[in-house]
Structure formats: structure tokens, C-alpha cells
């Protein structure tokens, strides 16, 4: 009798351990999934914002200021002061550092408006621990703390004006051909157009196109 309750107890504990190993490898293989599932959305995030490709330098074209000047309202041409060309280079001079110059003009119906020029630095912070991860290279998406000093001239009024920007932002590539840039922060205007006063305001800025 002794014999055969010891027999039971050893194959209901042989059982027990086969079914929880069966349950761990269960487990086991659906996290496999889930990770080779997050592991692919990953790749195919980096592959559409070029991620993985190193670029040094990048010159972008907005193309939101256009759509807004041709979808502004013809009839009351101060309302299509906007900006009809808006350009931007910008270079890497290490993996976390870049220059850039921008320059955009503004215009209603009739003629050009303003002039405007900048130039700052940018510091993609975390980008060098991305490139030391293999999640990124050096390609310009990413977010950033910046500064920018910028020059404007109003024909109009023949007033200029010169800022200076405290900017956080990102940045990312999408394809070969597109990218977004949006920043916000604090402006400084040293001198104003006429109708603005000197002094500190909120900033903000999104630029979509095409970029090279």
C-alpha cells in the first residue's frame, strides 16, 4: 500500500512540473513574439526617419508657408503676409552639434514685405547615445535645444528688427525627400518692426517640405 501511494505521489509531482514547464515555454514563446513584433515596428520607424543613415548636412525647403500664402484671402491682402519662401541649411560639425542658416521672405499679394536671416547652433542631446546604442547615426532626427539670432528688414516701413531664440525642438527625416521641424521657447526682440515693442514672448514654430 506504502508502494503505491508513493508511486501515485510521484507521478502526480511529475505531472505538476511537466505542465508548469509547458506553461513557461507557452510564455516563454509569446514574449518572443511580442519582442520580434515591438523589434519590427522599431526597424520600420528608424527606416522611415532614415534612422540608420548618416548625413552631415541638410538643406529643407518649407513648403507650408506657400500653402498658406495661395489659401489666404485675396481680397484682404494684410491677411497673406506670410512667409512665401522659408530656406534652412544646417551641418553637423560633431554628432551632437550643428550649425544652421535660414532665410525666409514674406509677401502679400502685391510685393514683398520682409526680409528676414538667421543663424544658431543646435545640440541634439541624446544623440550620441543613440549612435552608441545602433539606434541612430548622424541624421539630423532627433530633439534639440537651440539658439537662433535672427535679422529682419520691413520695406514698408524701411524698420528692422534683430532677435535673439531659446528654442526646444525635434526634428525628424520621413523618407528620402520630406521632414518635419517643430521648436518652441523664448524670443527676445532687440529691435522692433514698427507696431511691436521691444522686449521677451513665447515662440513657437512648425516647418514641413522637402529637404535634400
Known amino acids: 500500500m506504502k508502494i503505491i501511494s508513493l508511486v501515485g505521489v510521484v507521478l502526480i509531482t511529475v505531472i505538476t512540473v511537466n505542465g508548469q514547464n509547458q506553461r513557461v515555454e507557452v510564455q516563454t514563446s509569446t514574449e518572443l513574439v511580442d519582442t520580434t513584433k515591438f523589434s519590427r515596428i522599431v526597424e ?3 527606416r522611415i526617419i532614415r534612422a540608420q543613415e548618416e548625413k552631415l548636412h541638410l538643406f529643407k525647403v518649407d513648403l507650408i508657408g506657400p500653402a498658406l500664402y495661395l489659401a489666404s484671402n485675396w481680397e484682404e491682402k494684410d491677411n497673406a503676409r506670410n512667409r512665401l519662401i522659408n530656406l534652412a541649411y544646417e551641418r553637423k ?3 551632437n552639434w550643428s550649425w544652421i542658416v535660414e ?3 514674406k509677401a502679400d499679394r502685391e510685393d514683398f514685405r520682409e526680409i528676414l536671416g538667421g ?4 545640440y541634439y542631446y541624446n544623440m550620441k547615445n543613440r549612435i552608441m546604442k545602433g539606434k541612430s547615426a548622424n541624421n539630423f532626427s532627433g530633439n534639440y535645444f537651440g539658439s537662433v539670432f535672427t535679422y529682419g528688414y520691413q520695406y514698408q516701413n524701411e524698420t528692422d528688427q ?4 531659446v528654442l526646444y525642438g525635434l526634428q525628424r527625416r520621413l523618407g528620402k525627400r ?3 521641424d517643430a521648436n518652441i521657447g523664448l524670443e527676445h526682440l532687440f529691435d522692433a518692426f514698427e507696431g511691436k515693442e521691444s522686449g521677451t514672448d513665447f515662440y513657437c514654430s512648425f516647418t514641413w517640405g522637402l529637404a535634400f
Request: cysteine-free.
Open 119 to 122: 543663424a544658431g547652433i543646435r
Open 178 to 180: 520630406w521632414f518635419i
Open 103 to 105: 532665410g525666409s521672405f
Open 44 to 46: 520600420s520607424y528608424n
Open 93 to 95: 560639425f560633431s554628432p
Open 162 to 165: 534683430s532677435t535673439v531664440k
